[in-house]
């Protein structure tokens, strides 16, 4: 009898311990991680997922993952597995414009892994023939869900573009910006100086960037319009690391 009891409590032991950590691993999940890392690990991004993706839930993703960098709380990432699991193929829900400052990397401010998005980086997070045909490919042959341009706050190449700065094909580049210093009225002096200024030019610009998206792009506007895709865009303050969206 005492056997019994005892091998019961066992068992009973056993199945409390079975039924609880899942349950707590569930639970950590859902809190974010809140006090430590995050104990959710990220899945890799599938046909599968991507297909079921909509722009709405591409952009809540890439809102939640802001949320969870600037909480401290990304999620958990096997790289290496994530290489072996992208190998074959590429099935990224969203797409980012963005600048090349070394401070602002898509994947790590909205938490996103291997596989997980395009980015396409230029100073200044304009938009080309190149640049164009870039997006024309993720959104139409690719099956991204969503285009996002992702302008910075104390950006180098809006402040050029405020100081009309001259260098080489960089001279280029800046006139691309320079209709969004025309558009911001006021706010002397109107140099790289005037930090308020630069950051309204800067927000002016991915603006500006959305509009031609739509104007030079024809494959791109129908697909926005049928709500194949969207578009939208954000500001990423280098200070905070908060990322503020706009819409379309």
Do not use: W
């Not at 056997?3 to 311990?17: D, E, G, H, P």
């Amino acid at each position: 009898m005492k056997r019994s009891f005892t091998a019961s409590i066992a068992v009973s032991m056993v199945l409390c311990a079975i039924i609880t950590i899942p349950a707590l691993a569930q639970l950590g999940d859902r809190s974010g991680g809140r006090g430590g890392a995050s104990t959710a690990t990220a899945p890799t991004q599938t046909k599968e997922l991507q297909t079921a993706m909509t722009p709405k839930k591409a952009l809540e993703m890439l809102q939640e993952g802001n949320k969870r960098f600037l909480a401290g709380t990304m999620l958990q990432r096997n790289l290496k597995k994530q290489v072996e699991e992208t190998s074959k193929g590429q099935f990224p829900f969203a797409t980012i414009v963005s600048c090349i400052d070394s401070r602002s990397s898509s994947e790590l401010i909205f938490d996103q892994g291997l596989g997980d998005i395009f980015n396409a980086r230029v100073a200044g997070n304009i938009v080309n023939e190149d640049i164009l045909g870039s997006l024309e490919f993720a959104s139409k042959l690719a099956g991204s869900k969503l285009i996002v341009v992702v302008g910075h706050t104390n950006c180098g190449a809006i402040k050029g573009a405020c100081d009309d700065a001259k260098l080489d094909n960089l001279t280029t580049l800046l006139a691309k910006i320079k209709p969004a210093v025309a558009a911001v009225p006021g706010m002397e002096p109107r140099t790289s100086k005037n930090h308020a200024f630069v950051d309204k030019v800067g927000e002016m610009n991915v603006r500006l960037t959305m509009k031609q998206i739509r104007e030079k792009s024809p494959t791109l506007k129908a697909m926005i319009d049928k709500g194949e895709i969207g578009l939208a865009g954000a500001m990423y303050d280098l200070e905070t690391g908060k990322v503020t969206f706009y819409a379309d």
